[in-house]
């Protein structure tokens, strides 16, 4: 356990070190990862599970190769996730395996703070996304406040308003409940995400 310890410190110190980067302390997403990162210095390490993998994974080694260049504005950080990510229990978003054929192969997420992760902390989600290249994720809401690390290019968008895209290293903050959405171009997307529910 010690060195999933020492993998997911490094995986947190990085992660708040990527936000920290692109915001002010003022922001509303420092101010979020202020309370998340600080929650997490007590993790509970989670039961070993199996790990696992979906059929859209086939991305993620093309992705973290890109992610992990050195001139990469978060390289750090993605090299934190690489090593992650052999660990990981990936999943498809609930309900996609009857939406679409398509979009249910075409994208993962995998947790890594909360149920299935590797760790738990009270009020904390931390997770990874992974979208084949063309791709839309829906879009959707959720109470809790979150942060997103883009790792790749590739866009988002609230309130099915105008597309943008915050480039590798690029941090997006949505609000509590906010509708929003991400789509990769002709790469695949792959980003970190946490959420405070606090
Ligand atoms: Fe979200």
Redesign the pocket.
């Known amino acids: 356990m010690t060195d999933r310890r020492a993998t997911l410190q490094a995986f947190f110190t990085s992660m708040h070190g990527a936000i920290r980067a692109r915001t002010a302390a003022s922001d509303s997403a420092a101010i979020a990862a202020g309370k998340i990162f600080a929650g997490l210095e007590r993790p509970e390490p989670a039961a070993p599970r199996p790990a696992d993998r979906v059929p859209a994974c086939r991305y993620i080694d093309d992705a973290l190769s890109d992610a992990t260049r050195t001139d990469h504005p978060a390289a750090d950080h993605a090299r934190a996730l690489a090593a992650l990510v052999p660990d990981l229990t990936w999943y498809t978003r609930p309900g996609s395996d009857t939406a679409d054929d398509s979009f249910a192969t075409s994208h993962a997420n995998a947790t890594i703070v909360g149920n299935g992760g590797l760790a738990r902390c009270p009020n904390v989600r931390i997770g990874v996304s992974l979208l084949a290249p063309n791709v839309q994720y829906p879009d959707?809401?959720?109470p809790p406040e979150?942060i997103?690390v883009a790792l790749s290019l590739g866009d988002w968008r609230q309130d099915k308003g105008p597309w943008h895209e915050p480039g590798p290293g690029g941090i997006v903050y949505?609000p509590p409940s906010i509708l929003?959405a991400m789509r990769a171009g002709s790469m695949p997307l792959l980003a970190t995400?946490c959420?405070w529910n606090g």
């Open positions: 959707h809401r959720h979150e997103y949505n929003h995400w959420l």
